[in-house]
């Protein structure tokens, strides 16, 4: 039993550094597509969320994707390209 818990515990480790590796990568994402955004050119800028909106409205929710999935995806896309963080 001791083994079990302790080898759950490891397991419970090893997720919770790939979930914060995953919140640095997503965080540094964030970072340079904010920059990029604010060097941009105000058309240039609009034109390309209104791009990334219009393939949005695309996309469909499937077995693997889930519609909560989707929504989720787009309110952080709309969130990330219309209120970049400073």
Same mark, same amino acid.
């Given at each position: 039993?001791?083994?079990?818990?302790?080898?759950?515990?490891?397991?419970?480790?090893?997720?919770?550094?790939?979930?914060?590796?995953? @919140?640095?990568?997503? /965080? *540094?994402?964030?970072?340079?597509? !904010?920059?990029? =955004?604010?060097?941009?050119?105000?058309?240039?800028?609009?034109?390309?969320?209104?791009?990334?909106?219009?393939?949005?409205?695309? @996309?469909?929710?499937? /077995? *693997?994707?889930?519609?909560?999935? !989707?929504?989720? =995806?787009?309110?952080?896309?709309?969130?990330?390209?219309?209120?970049?963080?400073?």
């Amino acid at each position: 039993m001791k083994n079990l818990i302790s080898e759950l515990l490891s397991k419970l480790a090893e997720k919770e550094e790939e979930s914060k590796e995953f @919140v640095a990568q997503i /965080e *540094a994402l964030e970072i340079v597509v !904010t920059a990029m =955004l604010c060097r941009m050119d105000k058309n240039d800028r609009q034109a390309m969320v209104t791009h990334i909106q219009s393939a949005l409205n695309e @996309v469909r929710p499937t /077995e *693997a994707v889930t519609e909560r999935d !989707t929504d989720l =995806l787009k309110q952080y896309l709309d969130k990330l390209l219309t209120q970049p963080r400073n």
